[in-house]
């Protein structure tokens, strides 16, 4: 698992500097928010915010932060959709999709026990994670994407509903979010 190709990925996703009107994000280069780079200690102009910066930023607290690197360990694929989730929806949203997820496909914990749902990944879910791969195999991870697809799709769609102004992103998010 190459973490430097899924950051470059997210940057062409998510391009250069923006400020759209109906984003309360406000101003983002590279993807990265006006409020997390302050928060990184970003003090100048977010049009100048360099890659470089946005780089460490998504390493540091949207792949090792949130623990998607553990998952890596067992499910590669896995690993890269909660880590584009969690760029876009925050990781702690993406590691709650994960874990209920696996809590709903452990057939009444017959193959594994539940896990709380306080989306953060630790070792109990890294130890879930285990079990549901060691009993599904490798269409296993397939079926987890399924669900955290599901999962994501229906959030955007509540997000749209409750906020009309992101009816302006809904299309783009299920045509470039989901695969």
């Known amino acids: 698992m190459d973490v430097g190709a899924l950051i470059d990925d997210v940057i062409d996703r998510e391009g250069g500097y923006v400020n759209h009107p109906a984003d309360k994000g406000g101003p983002t280069r590279w993807g990265i928010t006006e409020r997390v780079a302050r928060a990184q200690g970003w003090r100048g102009d977010m049009r100048n915010f360099p ?4 780089v460490a930023i998504y390493r540091r607290l949207y ?10 360990h067992l499910a590669p694929a896995l690993a ?3 880590f584009d989730t969690g760029v876009n929806m925050g990781p702690p949203v993406a590691s709650g999709f994960l874990q209920r997820a696996l809590n709903a496909l452990n057939r009444g914990e017959r193959d594994y026990a539940d896990v709380a749902v306080d989306r953060r990944i630790g070792p109990r879910t890294v130890a879930a ?9 490798p269409a296993g991870e ?3 994407l399924k669900a955290l697809e599901a999962l994501q799709g229906e959030r955007y769609l509540a997000l749209a509903e409750q906020r009309p102004a992101n009816e302006a992103f809904l ?9």
């Open 129 to 137: 994670l285990g079990g549901f791969l060691d009993r599904r195999g």
């Open 142 to 144: 397939a079926v987890l």
């Open 51 to 54: 890659r470089e910066e946005a």
């Open 171 to 179: 299309y783009g998010w299920l045509a470039n979010r989901l695969e």
């Open 63 to 72: 792949w090792l932060r949130p623990g998607f690197d553990q998952v890596a």
């Open 80 to 82: 890269a959709e909660l």
